[in-house]
């Protein structure tokens, strides 16, 4: 695996894949590597010639001070991970790489409703700060295929979205991974890495309230699914930003059971001062 921090010296190793017409995957990432992660590589290897992975801890799509601080780093692991599973380019930026005017000049994406929903609404800004770093990393990478895990649910719409901002949806195909648990269902998460033993035991209750919604569905209203799976996360010691059932399409809550229609439950809840988030398909 060959380690670039300089975006010029990956941008002219990647000039020689394209002209020997090998495909590139992408792997954005911010560390703190996980099966979760290692999954989406794998993905990556197989369809293309050239996989680039990137750990890049974003500072501009952090709303909490204090989560930025406290996020994960776990470098020497990171990279003994990528290149016992095959990767061929980590790409180790730092702030100044990724944002050379610096990222306080903000330039404003249209997102639209999703900007301010869900994840939008209880972390104003971080799609903003998402669409930042994903412009300016495949500006440097410049993939034909680009690897996102469907934990993020909402971050995969907007990053669809971005791609179609800037026009880019020929060059960049998008390809949207399964969600990887824990044996105990608690999906994998750099975040998980905070939590302490007793966090930890509780913290699978998110995947079991999601498993009990799409259990209910169709056979409870949706007002009271919500409502009981909101208590159940209170009951376990959660404290709730949301829990929304929605359709799939679109993530704009529904009201009823939509036959026809994909139906997701996401949630995001904290458990002392560590948020995580989950979601499910329920129909
Ligand atoms: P992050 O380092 O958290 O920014 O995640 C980097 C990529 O890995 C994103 O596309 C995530 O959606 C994806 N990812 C994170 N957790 C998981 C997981 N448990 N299963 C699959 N993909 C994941």
Redesign the pocket.
Known sequence: MIIFKKAKDLQNHLQICRQKNQGIGFV????ALHD??L??LTYSIAENQVTVCSIFVNPAQFNDVNDFKKYPSTLEQDIFKLETNGCHILFLPNVEEVYPEGFDKKRHYDLGYLDTILEGKFRPGHFQGVCMAVEQLLNIVQPGRLY??Q??YQ?CMIITKLIHIMGWQEEIKIRI?????ETDGL????RNMRLDEEQRVQAPAIYNTLLFVKGKFGKESIGKLKKDAAERLHEKGFKTDYVEIANAATLLPVTDNEPGTDILCLAAAYIDGVRLIDNIMVN
């Open positions: 954005p990432t911010m560390g979760g992660h999954s989406l996102l895990g934990k993020d971050q991974c399964p969600i990887l648990r999906a994998m998460s750099s």
